[in-house]
């Protein structure tokens, strides 16, 4: 037979604490739980409480007691804040495991309250939000989903939109008075829950995404407002906006124009690195004759420096970005906030 691995305690993640947990508390109590949760949580507690073979008795008493302890705190908390949560159980734990129980109970707490958020109708939160400083909208649309977070945005006014995505795009650690001030917003009876010195959310793809969302004039608006803050930030931008790949989403008539302004050399050492896919996708928009020529080139080539492969790349992908600029080309067929092109 197999020889079973016992479980211990200090080896335990979150998940298969859950799992430990709805074993303890036994059928009847954890039915009730489950009812409170999502299908996909629900199918993941079963497939941990599946894996638990033997539990050994100081691993559920472990567990129970870790439960019991956040539970209380977080009642402390509700009762009557944080600093009396803290002087509560400090006298009962000690001050080391006290922070750390608190600290635990806050980041729970702060996921609750975004995912809160993002059930609200964009359109209200937008609402909500409008007036408030620049810097609190972004951090309120970094811990949404970008769709969520595209649709807020372009309900905002204008001249603020660029300076929201730049903020976002240049995000990176959050001070607790920042994190006060989103609190604040989530909540008006929430108190500042925050032990961490700072956050790390946000950056440039946080702000890509969002855009990738977004309608065409929106996203330009945005980028040209980055632009006025930070050049080299809105390079960035642009530059994760659309990479060599993503000529895969060109139509047809895009990627013949596109080839009328691109060198063969250029071509024939992008596709170096490309897909089987990306190629015959372009070798479909040339003549036979090209089509062949560019392949027979492709397949004697040697090995060639991935620098220079990467080089030709991105001489291609500027010219995508200069031809959907200049509307000649429909550009990359994105999310569903982009524009729709008539023929």
Known sequence: MPEVTELKYESLVGRQKAGVLMVALGPEVAGKIFAHLGDDEVEQLALEISDLKVIPKQ?????????????????????????????LLKSSMGGGKAQELLRRVQCALERRDFQLL???????????????????????????????????????????????????????AVSPAMVREVERILSSTTENLSTRDESGIGGVQAIVDILLESDRTTEKRIIEGIDTEDAQIAGEIRNSMFVFEDLMLLDNRSVQRVMKDIETSDLTLALKAASPELREHIFKNMSTRAAQTLADELEVMGPVKLKNVEESQQKIVAVVRKLEEEGEIAGAARGSGGEEFVY
């Open 118 to 172: 993002r059930k609200v109708d964009p359109a209200q939160l937008a609402n909500f939000i409008q007036n408030e400083h620049p810097q609190t909208i972004a951090l309120v649309l970094s811990h949404l989903d970008a769709r969520q977070s595209a649709d807020i945005l372009s309900r905002m006014n204008e001249d603020i939109q660029g300076d929201v995505g730049y903020r976002i795009a240049t995000m990176d």
């Open 59 to 87: 691993v559920r008493a472990s567990v129970l007691e870790e439960f019991y302890e956040l539970a209380l705190a977080q009642e402390y908390i509700s009762l009557g804040g944080m600093k009396y949560a803290r002087d």
